[in-house]
């Protein structure tokens, strides 16, 4: 297993992350929505890098796991900003981003923001924009008032029923700040979209929606007929690494090569 690091930012908050060095392109993983760098596909996608000799990074956005902060105090942005400085200050060379959840908006953001540095996408039950869907779908109208009236309402954690945590109206404001499906997303790196239709937190049509926006024509999705959610089954990872697999043995046999990152580590 990588070895436990911290980077310490200019407001003095600290991000967590473990990175194993080894050939490129390499493999950044980006955590879904109140969970940690130290989830099963995390992992899973770990120690395959290993054995295979593969750069692997994974971290903790603000609020999360081992970093710094409290969740109710971040929001989509902050976390943009975080996979950002772990893009540009941990990882070396061309990237292949893998999101699970809310990992794979902040995700599509990073792409966005450093397009030269990114190899292709794993988008794992992707879910951009659910901020607006938590909004009005989702909370009910006393939790409204308490948002409205506290800044923060509770959610029950489909996990953990004794162990539910705080959202703050300031990430919901934040993620209309960022909302992709309303537009064209123009990201032109190959996609893999990974999605179970017992989905009961994100719906499987959101993967769909994703791939209509993108701009890239190499767009794919896997639809799981009994996949839920997390998609942390034996036979699911097993899945997520072989699609990981191809996608990077397709990117290192193109005719044009991956991207061009001469001057961008550490940008």
């Known amino acids: 297993m990588s070895e436990a690091q911290e980077l310490q930012l200019p407001d003095n908050s600290r991000l967590a992350y473990r990175h194993l060095s080894g050939a490129g392109?390499?493999?950044?993983?980006?955590?879904?929505?109140?969970?940690?760098?130290?989830?099963?596909?995390?992992?899973?996608?770990?120690?395959?890098?290993?054995?295979?000799?593969?750069?692997?990074?994974?971290?903790?956005?603000?609020?999360?796991?081992?970093?710094?902060?409290?969740?109710?105090?971040?929001?989509?942005?902050?976390w943009r900003d975080d996979a950002l400085v772990i893009l540009d200050q941990v990882t070396q060379g061309p990237q292949l981003l893998v999101g699970s959840s809310m990992g794979g908006w902040i995700m599509l953001l990073a792409a966005l923001e450093r397009p030269q540095r990114i190899a292709g996408?794993?988008?794992?039950?992707?879910?951009?924009?659910?901020?607006?869907?938590?909004?009005?779908e989702r909370l009910d109208e006393q939790q409204l008032a308490q948002l409205a009236s506290t800044g923060f309402c509770e959610i029950p954690n489909s996990y953990d029923e004794g162990d539910p945590y705080r959202i703050s109206q300031v990430m919901l404001d934040d993620g209309r700040e960022h909302l992709l499906l309303d537009r064209e997303i123009t990201i032109n790196a190959p996609v893999r979209l990974i999605h179970g239709q017992l989905d009961e937190d994100v719906p499987w049509e959101c993967s769909l929606q994703i791939a209509r926006?993108?701009?890239?024509?190499?767009?794919?999705?896997?639809?799981?007929?009994?996949?839920?959610?997390?998609?942390?089954?034996?036979?699911?990872?097993?899945?997520l690494l072989?699609?990981?697999?191809?996608?990077?043995?397709?990117?290192?046999n193109s005719p044009g090569g991956l991207p061009c990152t001469a001057g961008l580590v550490g940008e």
């Open 25 to 78: 392109p390499g493999i950044l993983f980006f955590p879904g929505f109140n969970s940690d760098m130290n989830g099963t596909k995390a992992l899973a996608l770990e120690a395959w890098c290993a054995e295979q000799g593969y750069q692997f990074t994974r971290f903790d956005y603000f609020g999360h796991g081992s970093s710094s902060g409290s969740l109710e105090q971040g929001c989509i942005g902050r």
């Open 213 to 239: 926006q993108l701009h890239s024509k190499d767009v794919e999705i896997q639809l799981v007929k009994s996949g839920d959610h997390r998609l942390s089954e034996t036979e699911d990872l097993q899945r």
């Open 121 to 136: 996408l794993v988008g794992i039950a992707a879910a951009p924009d659910f901020t607006e869907r938590m909004r009005s």
């Open 242 to 252: 072989q699609t990981v697999h191809h996608l990077r043995d397709t990117l290192n």
